[in-house]
């Protein structure tokens, strides 16, 4: 207890702190209910359209495009999924997506380590040059990355297209595992050290185990820009066995071209994977995988 | 034998030097605690033994080694964090037994030193917990244990009860000074709060800017206070500080004249290199201050807040040069905000601090003060001069 010749508080500390009322709360959520509801119809209209449509008719599909089949028509699907040329395409996207995925998440995850906690000469400067990758799309360096995928013998191979696609997503990758990697407290590092890792068993045995989330983040980003790569494969792939599913896909359109019923049903059976890879690593993007490391 | 002996020890940031050249010896088996205000270097003294810092100048020794260039796990010693530091994604057992597995230890022994130290720690029903689902209490228990079971010749401890609640600390507190004892461990302790420095050390390191102010005994820091400013830090409340003039030197000590109080008061010191009219400052601890006015001086005052502790009253006096004078009262003290008293001066554990702020030696007028044994001396059964 504290007796006090003069009041000790100031007249800010007295003031009652300023509070929104119930009407305003419920209003703010009401709005934000209202744009998510919003972003949710902009992205899942046109799935639902394209999987609904692949269940159509033709002549439905001109006449009703947005609603649900009257008669579910199961052989557009089942005809797909019967020939070899779906399941060899659906192949070939796996293998190179796979691959991608895993070189991106594999040097990412070294490099960015790297750079979160070692400095080095000219440190800095590598980091500002491989984050410059970030400005250059693809479709800027056709001619010479083709002279050189050619030159390494790699024309017509997944590695050929596997390759650039993990070139042009390092930038990205190295990003944001460097900084989820300074994120993590500098104590387990310094604990680490004492209890014998050197760098490369604290990376290995401390840091991916902790680096769930951005694993799978980068991972997801990785598979899908892979998956949805038009550009790479077309300029770098001559063999039709090796082509991943959008040159497929043109293939296909080309030989349905009047038949959107079918051509639906062949692109919603070609997403299903990616929102399958999207659903199994979803688990892992949660936050507090640090949660009891440090005192929080 | 597990001593750490520091030489000559920097450290710099580029231009920026925050360890000026430490020279210490800690003992083996000794409670050695650093403290100091933030900034100071403490901490980075102790990261420094533990190799989390490198050494820019001197010489560190570890058990009679130069270890100045071994990585942390080579130098024998286990280091407890303030943020605890437990690696989330294991459990209990796994958190203490990682690095034993680095090490290579066959599983039996590993096994066999994570039970003992779970039940030394009383944590042996939560080995197979992660540390997210522990109290901060069982985690600070775990990092202790993980230390532990390492077998070290030296423990470091690093503000380790900083994120606790206060009885939690103070459980801990005794819990970490048992350890010591049966352990028999050289221990190093950094902390801010004074309490625990002078509850726990054998000895204690007073650290300013970078540079070592004294090393001492708990009682020795409070009673021999080598100059302001460790005056100033050990102690709670701090010492009370009132600038003076030298008015007169003898047998009986250094009489000083409390600049705009007028107050005399003569301190049984010797009178060192100061002459009567030197500027000096006179420090009185708030204990050694009575309200009933008894003692050899008396200081005038108007009681500006009371802050009653139940067991103690602090009351703060406004004196006529405006500052502050803190009195320890009794609990049942009836001073009121406002009253005005005459506070009592026991001369006899003043002190007078030159104009460098070095403190005048104790005169042969000064009854000597109980310094009583350190544990580190009772542990090892006999009593010992507290000065090295």
Redesign the interface.
């Known amino acids: 207890m504290t007796d006090a010749a003069q009041p000790l508080g100031t007249p800010a500390s007295r003031r009652p702190a300023r509070r929104r009322g119930p009407r305003r709360d419920g209003l703010l959520t009401l709005y934000l209910y209202g744009a998510m509801i919003l972003v949710a119809c902009i992205v899942l209209v046109p799935l639902l359209t394209t999987a609904l449509g692949g269940f159509k008719t033709l002549g439905e599909l001109r006449t009703n495009p947005f609603g649900l089949p009257q008669e579910w028509i199961w052989s557009n699907y089942w005809d797909i999924l019967t020939t070899e040329r779906y399941w060899r395409m659906l192949g070939n996207s796996l293998v190179i997506s796979s691959l991608t995925a895993f070189l991106t998440l594999a040097a990412g995850s070294m490099a960015a380590f790297t750079f979160a906690h070692l400095r080095f000469f000219g440190s800095g400067a590598l980091l500002n040059y491989f984050l410059l990758g970030l400005m250059f799309p693809a479709a800027t360096a056709v001619l010479p990355l083709f002279i050189r995928i050619r030159d390494l013998g790699l024309l017509d191979t997944y590695l050929g297209v596997v390759l650039p696609q993990v070139a042009f997503g390092l930038g990205m990758s190295i990003l944001l595992f460097r900084n989820f990697f300074r994120n993590v407290p500098k104590d387990l590092l310094d604990a680490a050290l004492v209890d014998g890792c050197g760098y490369v068993r604290y990376f290995w045995h401390i840091t991916l185990p902790l680096s769930r989330p951005i694993l799978a983040t980068v991972g997801i980003v990785s598979f899908v820009n892979s998956w949805n790569n038009y550009i790479l494969p077309l300029i770098l792939l001559n063999t039709e066995t090796k082509y991943p599913w959008p040159l497929g896909m043109m293939i296909y359109r080309g030989e349905f071209s009047t038949d959107w019923h079918l051509v639906l049903a062949f692109v919603t059976l070609t997403i299903l994977p990616t929102i399958i890879v999207f659903f199994a690593a979803q688990k892992h993007i949660v936050a507090g995988l640090t949660a009891g490391a440090v005192k929080g | 034998m597990a001593e750490v002996t520091l030489h000559g020890v920097h450290k710099s940031y580029g231009e920026l030097s925050v360890i000026k050249g430490v020279d210490l010896h800690v003992r083996d088996h000794e409670f050695m605690v650093f403290v100091g205000p933030s900034g100071c270097g403490k901490s980075t003294l102790l ?1 420094m033994i ?3 810092e490198e050494i820019t100048d001197g010489e560190l020794r570890i058990g009679g080694q130069v270890v100045n260039d071994l ?3 080579q130098r024998g ?3 407890v ?9 294991m459990t209990v057992y796994e958190n203490m037994a ?2 034993l597995q ?2 290579k230890y066959p599983r039996d022994e590993i096994d066999r030193r994570v039970r003992n130290a779970g039940r030394i720690l009383q944590i042996e029903h939560l080995l197979d917990r ?5 109290s ?1 209490g069982q ?1 600070q228990r775990v990092a202790i244990g ?1 230390a532990i079971v390492r077998e070290p010749k030296v423990f470091l401890f690093d503000e380790p009860l900083s ?1 606790l609640d206060a009885a939690l600390r103070i459980a801990t507190r005794v819990e970490i000074a048992n350890l010591h004892r049966d352990l028999k461990a050289t221990l190093i302790y950094v902390t801010h709060d004074q309490v625990e420095a002078m509850t726990l050390a054998d000895r204690i390191v007073v650290l300013n800017g970078g540079v070592i102010e004294q090393v001492g005994a708990p009682l020795e820091l409070y009673h021999h206070p080598r100059n302001l400013f460790v005056a100033g830090f050990i102690g709670s409340p701090r010492m009370n500080f009132v600038e003076a003039t030298v008015s007169g030197t003898g047998e009986a000590g250094v009489t000083v004249v409390l600049r705009e109080v007028g107050t005399e008061i003569t301190v049984p010191c010797a009178p060192g290199g100061v002459r009567p009219g030197d500027p000096v400052t006179f420090g009185i601890r708030p204990e050694h201050l009575a309200e009933d006015g008894t003692g050899a001086a008396r200081i005038g005052g ?7 502790l139940g067991s103690e009253t602090f009351l703060y006096v406004r004196m006529a040069n405006g500052e502050l004078l803190v009195v320890k009262a009794a609990g049942a003290s009836r001073a ?3 009253d005005r008293i005459s506070v009592g001066v026991l001369a006899d554990d003043g002190f007078v601090f030159d104009g460098d702020g070095l403190a005048l030696p104790a005169g042969p007028g000064r009854a000597p003060r109980e310094l009583g044994t350190t544990r580190h001396e009772e542990m090892r059964g006999r009593p010992g001069p507290l000065l090295s």
Request: proline share 12%.
């Open positions: 990261r533990a190799g989390l990585p942390p796990a010693i286990a280091m964090f303030q943020s605890y530091a437990l690696y989330p994604h990682f690095g680095l090490a992660k540390p997210k689902a522990l901060g985690r993980r994120n108007e009681v500006q807040v009371v802050e009653r009121r905000p406002g």
